[in-house]
């Protein structure tokens, strides 16, 4: 727990009650810690879907840049990784037999 507590009412259904008040007893604690960490989680959890969302938007405009970058100047179609690599072996190799 962190930070200052304040008071607040909140008017549950008969059922809640019930319910909130036996998994509280079965945990031994208090009626209102369970509250908090129900509480805690839910507002946890719309935090990390909030930033999920802002990261799909991200993802998003990155695309929509990458499809104008492209439209504009075009795409490379090979596989650089792979030629660069390709490259650097042909190299070590000449260097290996003396050609360097």
């Known amino acids: ?3 200052e507590l304040r008071r607040m009412q909140v008017l549950l259904e008969e059922e809640q009650h019930q319910r909130l008040y036996e998994v509280a007893n079965k945990q031994e604690r208090s009626l209102s810690s369970l509250l908090r960490e129900i ?5 946890d959890s719309e ?3 909030a930033e999920r969302d802002r ?3 991200a993802l998003e405009t990155l ?4 499809r104008d970058v ?3 100047v075009g795409v490379y179609d090979g596989d650089l990784v ?9 190299e070590r190799d000449r260097v ?5």
């Open 55 to 57: 990261s799909l938007e």
């Open 96 to 100: 290996l037999r003396g050609e360097g």
């Open 63 to 66: 695309a929509e840049l990458r």
């Open 47 to 49: 935090h990390a879907e």
């Open 82 to 90: 792979a030629e660069v690599r390709e490259e650097r072996e042909r």
């Open 39 to 43: 509480v805690r989680e839910y507002l």
């Open 70 to 72: 492209g439209s504009r």
């Open 1 to 3: 727990m962190s930070g």
